[in-house]
């Protein structure tokens, strides 16, 4: 693997933490996920990939636990069973609507194989980024305390620490026609909006 390639993952990490985190905190974070991610690596052409998650992950810790230099942004989960369809909506559609002012994560109880390639559509559809979409399961090093846990499908309070608990009834979009899922995904964009502008990270929409 060249140097280059991750050069440009350090280009994109700086690009998207250097007006919140020291410059030098980006380095030193990529430089030992890089050393980390080489000792471990069994298959190099997914490198960047694990890295650049890898990486993203510890430096939103390190902001949220207040080591960056702004103040802890607010953080939302959206937790649902397979980490497929809902919940990666969910995190899309508010990355879209406030960028880095929120901290956003999605996790699965029981994660699937792979985001439903219709919701994917879906978002490219409105000219969404999907390339942070990528499935997780509850672990305890990457799930810290959220301003708002936001269950989808998901009958029982998982083991997350949060803030605050909230249900939203919206219908799984697994197997469901694409017309179907762009209702789906209006939805939640609904909520979202509505969640916002209650956190303080989204103006009131105009009635």
Partial sequence: MSNRQFDIVREDMHRRYDHMCPPEMVDRVLDETISESVERARIGSFMTVMVEREATDRL????????????????????CRRNAGRSQLASALT??????RIMV??????PAEGVD???VQ???????????????????????????????GV?????????????????????????????????????????????????????
């Fill in 60 to 79: 939103e810790q390190e902001v949220a636990q207040g080591r960056a230099m702004d103040r802890r942004r607010k953080e939302l989960l959206f937790v």
């Fill in 122 to 152: 879906v978002l490219r559809e409105r000219g969404i980024s999907t390339r942070e979409l990528y499935q997780k399961t509850i672990i305890p090093r990457t799930v810290h305390t959220s301003d708002v846990v936001v269950l989808m």
């Fill in 117 to 119: 390639p219709t919701v």
């Fill in 155 to 207: 009958d029982e309070v998982p083991g997350v620490p949060g803030l605050r608990y909230v249900r939203w009834d919206i219908d799984d979009p697994e197997g469901e026609p694409v017309g179907r899922v762009r209702v789906i995904a209006d939805e939640v964009e609904r909520h979202i909006r509505g969640l916002l502008e209650e956190l303080g990270v989204l103006g009131k929409t105009a009635a």
């Fill in 105 to 110: 994560r999605s996790v699965g109880l029981e």
């Fill in 95 to 100: 990355r879209w609507l406030v960028g880095n």
